[in-house]
């Protein structure tokens, strides 16, 4: 909250005060119990994430959820993806999301709103983004535990924790030696096979020696799964029902060309359609209006999309890290800890085809070829010969000859007239394309804490660097040496290479090409220090006082220029801003503009904990941010309450505010990011449909090859994006933790979040729906037409969100057969509510999943997830566990309710995408000396995502919810030394 708006700051204190005087505050949800074995006289004071000052976990005014490295290993976790997937406090999508890897997003409000943090720090941001960090960098080998702190905790750590924490904590001190090796497959053939590796050693006692000292390496590597492996998940009737695959496709680029006479008639006959056009590439096809009532025929061939798309992507992650430590006399702690991690997602592209910034969209064939059709390798087209006896094209296009049911009349070769002929084509050899989108991130921190002068104190330097380099792999080709191979008869686009157009082939492939680079930077110093000022009834009031000098810098380079075109003065084919304007990369544009961004920030903090008595507590804490690249000092209070009117019952609550300002990126931009799409112009061409491509009707003085499905140029981001405003925020959360009986804990929160000003994309789906309101962001040439649209970051309106985290834990009382005990951790959703707009309508989001751009762009998730988020009523995870002698056995369960799809795709009437229900086993066993052998199964009843008609969602199922791997068997064998 700023200085000037102060009412929502009155606001919220009163409502605490007449908490407090009404309820002797009610309040927030008591963390997560320690189990009823953990011996009291054990815990000690420690920081915990939400407060700086030390205390017994459960002892605070702030709700924590603290899961620990071997339970998510009990649940099934193969990577930390499958925790903040499973995580019901967090609306994360999955690994089909993109190429940024899994993030964490507490409260469904975005990832960017959620701080993740490593030993309680920051790390540098993704680049591209430069708001979030990807849980792919956190080391798992030398992970302890993860605590979560939902919901507001920027007065603790700063504006971009609106919606909570979530921090890893790794060991601090390690001694010997421990291997683990880890090995899943699907139970189906195909890939998304997952092999890790990891390794943790170390010496020194802290205690005896006051040193430690260790280091930990993991690396795991995870195959493609491409949907020509899970074809029963592709049934023609399923999809037709989902408005998919609907038989007979139309006709489009593929490794057995079609082609026709002109760049813009280029794919009227194809050679290969007699033949069967070579299953499983190419799919032969009788053109879109084949079935209707009087059919018009196409033959040809297309593209099989199960031979070329996956259904998840393959990935490799290493990370190493690790810590030296010292105790020194006097209570003095020392430590450096490290960590270099690097992931990289092979990102499947499908087949890549020549776009608007290659030199033309198609290839050209010369008639010298000795592929041209029809002269002996390549056959050539029958047709049926015109009403005037030609076949030529002189009176009009001959159809091609089908059979003389379809297409009766005189059959005779098409003549060629040795014309250049003219094709959209990609190579089958080199398979789907995929990019190698790697990230690394870096980082060293130094740390010192110990008492002085009575003052506990706490102090810290970081640094940290990431780096997000997105190279070529296969499949992406050269434009220029293609079109020489097809003109010198070396590259056959009509059929299979020989060894010479193999090898050929392969040497227009730009594998391990760079096409874009982003760094981004976090540079920081801290010093917290603490102390009990005198007694209070409850206890020493203490205070804690922090500040911070932290620097977030990126660095945006040019666009590489090996494959940029040049002018015929020598200049590279750049425009004035220097985005590529044409470029020799088939699938792919070099992006990027050279610029250093820097942003200050100056942050100090006050917090005070007020044992009033032996049963309430006050905290309270208020943090100033002051943001010099905007001129802007924030200042976020907190103030939150705890009081156990007796022993089983807790009682919390508290109410805060937050502030979010634009990340560098979204204000300092250096240039466009300039996507394209076939559309219609929603002016010129308008439709019923405007989001559907070639369903609109030109109006009058304009044909349809003008504005109608037309390639065309959209900025998902602006240059200049200084009008943008910070967002803010209020929260609240109110209570209870109860322990009826023994070994058995309730708790359950209420909480609600209020945003202003919630920063968000403008889709281009809006513009297409809404020219009239959007007509400034439409932006014309001198001919009328659109030079491109600006559809970027922008101050949308308002969100609201309320919910109930609930949570239940029980150990049963020993047996002869064993122990057991049972968990649930579950959120229900209230709300979930914003405006499109400034004082716009209120659109609800609770149970709904949408592809129309009023959701898509304008929530509070927008602009930052390729596929819509979806809100489900109530999500859960649950387990039952039973230990018996050296057995130890898991059945962990992820569940969440149906949606709402509120834009199906044209062709289907289904709008409900069904629950998902999904059950993990795991067993494991320690009876061999030094060794741990875990078994698993994922997925035990082999349920597959739901079924969406959802347009986003190409393959027909909600694949960012869970994977589509079916069931996974699962081994890890971990043994010390």
């Not at 139309?250 to 009227?268: D, E």
């Not at 031979?307 to 010292?326: C, E, H, P, Q, W």
């Not at 995870?877 to 569940?895: E, M, Q």
Request: aromatic residues 8%; glycine residues 10%.
């Amino acid at each position: 909250m700023q200085y000037q708006s102060t009412p929502p700051l009155r606001r919220a204190t009163m409502a605490v005060c007449i908490s407090v005087a009404l309820l002797q505050m009610s309040g927030q949800a008591y963390a997560q119990t320690v189990p009823a074995e953990a011996p009291a006289a054990q815990v000690q004071a420690v920081v915990v994430t939400g407060s700086l000052i030390r205390r017994v976990a459960d002892e605070g005014a702030t709700p924590l959820t603290t899961i620990k490295s071997a339970e998510m290993e009990a649940r099934g976790h193969t990577e930390l993806k499958d925790l903040v997937l499973e995580q019901p406090q967090s609306l994360s999508l999955g690994t089909n999301t993109g190429a940024a890897g899994p993030v964490t997003n507490l409260r469904g409000l975005g990832p960017m709103r959620t701080l993740t943090l490593l030993n309680g720090r920051r790390l540098a941001n993704e680049p591209l983004q430069d708001q979030y960090v990807s849980v792919n960098v956190i080391p798992r080998m030398a992970l302890d535990r993860v605590e979560t702190l939902s919901g507001g905790a920027a007065s603790i750590y700063g504006a971009d924790a609106i919606g909570g924490v979530q921090n890893f904590w790794t060991k601090r001190g390690y001694k010997g030696l421990a291997l683990k090796g880890e090995f899943a497959a699907p139970q189906m053939h195909g890939g998304g096979t997952t092999k890790s590796f990891g390794a943790i050693g170390g010496f020194g006692d802290l205690g005896q020696d006051g040193f430690n000292a260790y280091f930990a390496i993991d690396h795991q590597e995870k195959s493609a799964l491409m949907q020509g492996d899970r074809p029963e998940q592709h049934d023609p009737e399923i999809l037709r029902s989902l408005g998919l695959g609907i038989q007979p496709e139309g006709r489009n680029a593929n490794p057995l060309a079609n082609f026709g006479f002109t760049r813009a008639a280029n794919s009227n006959y194809n050679p290969a359609y007699a033949s069967g056009c070579n299953s499983p590439a190419s799919l032969p096809t009788l053109g879109n209006l084949s079935t209707a009532a009087a059919p018009t025929y196409a033959p040809g061939c297309y593209r099989n999309p199960l031979y070329f798309n996956a259904v998840t992507d393959g990935s490799k992650i290493t990370t190493m890290s690790g810590r030296l430590s010292f105790n020194l006399s006097g209570g003095h702690k020392i430590d450096m800890d490290v960590l270099n991690s690097e992931f990289t997602v092979q990102k499947f592209r499908g087949m890549q085809v020549p776009g608007s910034t290659n030199p033309f969209t198609t290839y050209s064939m010369p008639s010298t070829s000795r592929f041209y059709p029809g002269r002996g390798i390549t056959p050539n087209v029958p047709v049926v010969l015109n009403a005037a006896g030609s076949n030529n094209g002189a009176t009009g296009t001959p159809t091609m000859y089908i059979d003389q049911s379809k297409t009766p009349g005189t059959v005779a070769n098409l003549n060629m007239a040795n014309r250049p002929i003219y094709f959209q084509w990609g190579p089958a050899e080199l398979g789907s394309a995929y990019r190698n989108d790697k990230q690394t991130n870096k980082r060293l921190v130094l740390t010192a804490e110990g008492e002085v002068l009575g003052w506990d104190y706490r102090a810290g330097a970081n640094y940290g660097v990431a780096e997000r380099n997105t190279m070529a792999g296969d499949g992406y080709v050269l434009y220029s040496k293609v079109q020489d191979g097809i003109n010198r008869g070396i590259i056959n686009p009509f059929g299979a290479q020989d060894a010479a157009g193999a090898a050929y082939l392969q040497s227009t492939v730009a594998k391990d090409y760079t096409y874009r680079l982003n760094k981004a930077y976090n540079k920081s110093i801290d010093l917290t220090l603490s102390k009990g000022l005198y007694k209070l009834g409850g206890g020493d009031l203490t205070l804690a006082v922090s500040g911070e000098l932290r620097e977030d810098s990126a660095r945006t380079f040019n666009a590489p220029l090996d494959y940029v075109s040049r002018r015929a003065d020598g200049t590279y084919n750049l425009d004035a801003a220097g985005n590529v304007l044409q470029q020799d990369l088939v699938g792919e544009v070099p992006q990027g503009v050279a610029k250093k961004l820097k942003r200050k920030i100056s942050s100090i903090l006050a917090e005070v904990d007020a044992p009033l008595t032996d049963t309430f507590l006050l905290n309270a804490a208020v943090r100033a941010d002051k943001y010099d690249d905007l001129d802007t000092t924030t200042i976020n209070p907190k103030l939150a309450a705890r009081w156990q009117p007796y022993q089983p019952l807790v009682l919390r609550g508290s109410v805060s505010t937050g502030f979010r300002a634009p990340s560098i990126m979204d204000i300092q931009n250096p240039t466009a990011e300039v996507r394209t799409q076939q559309m219609d112009d929603p002016v010129l061409c308008p439709s019923a449909q405007p989001t559907v491509a070639g369903t609109g009707t030109p109006v009058a003085g304009r044909s349809a090859d003008q504005v109608c499905n037309v390639l065309t140029s959209y900025w998902t981001k602006s240059p200049n994006n200084s009008f943008l405003k910070p967002e803010k925020s209020r929260g609240f959360s109110y209570g209870f933790a109860l322990e009826p009986i023994k070994n058995l804990s309730i708790t359950v929160d209420y909480w609600g979040l209020k945003m202003r000003d919630v920063l968000g994309a403008v889709s281009i789906a809006e513009i297409q729906q809404n020219p009239g309101k959007y007509q400034d962001q439409i932006l014309r040439g001198p001919d009328g037409l659109i030079d491109h649209i600006v559809a970027s970051q922008a101050n949308r309106g308002m969100a609201r969100i309320r919910g109930a985290d609930i949570s239940a834990n029980y150990r049963f009382p020993k047996t002869a057969a064993g122990t057991f005990d049972a968990k649930l951790d579950g959120t229900w959703y209230q709300k979930n509510e914003f405006q499109g707009e400034k004082d716009g309508v209120w659109l609800q989001n609770v149970g709904v999943i949408t592809n129309d751009g009023r959701y898509g762009s304008a929530g509070p998730n927008a602009g930052l997830a390729g596929l819509p988020q979806i809100n489900p009523r109530w999500k859960h995870t649950a387990s039952i566990g039973w230990g018996y002698g050296d057995f130890r056995t898991t059945l962990s369960h992820r569940y969440n309710t149906s949606v709402r799809d509120l834009t199906p795709r044209l062709g289907s009437t289904l709008t409900k995408v069904d629950a998902y229900s999904q059950f993990n086993m795991n067993v494991r066993y320690t009876g061999i000396a030094n060794a741990t052998i875990t078994l698993g199964v994922n997925n035990i009843t082999k349920e597959f995502p739901p079924l969406t008609s959802n347009s986003t969602y190409s393959g027909g199922y909600v694949t960012s919810m869970a994977d589509m791997l079916g069931r996974v068997y699962r081994m890890s064998v971990e043994y010390k030394f």
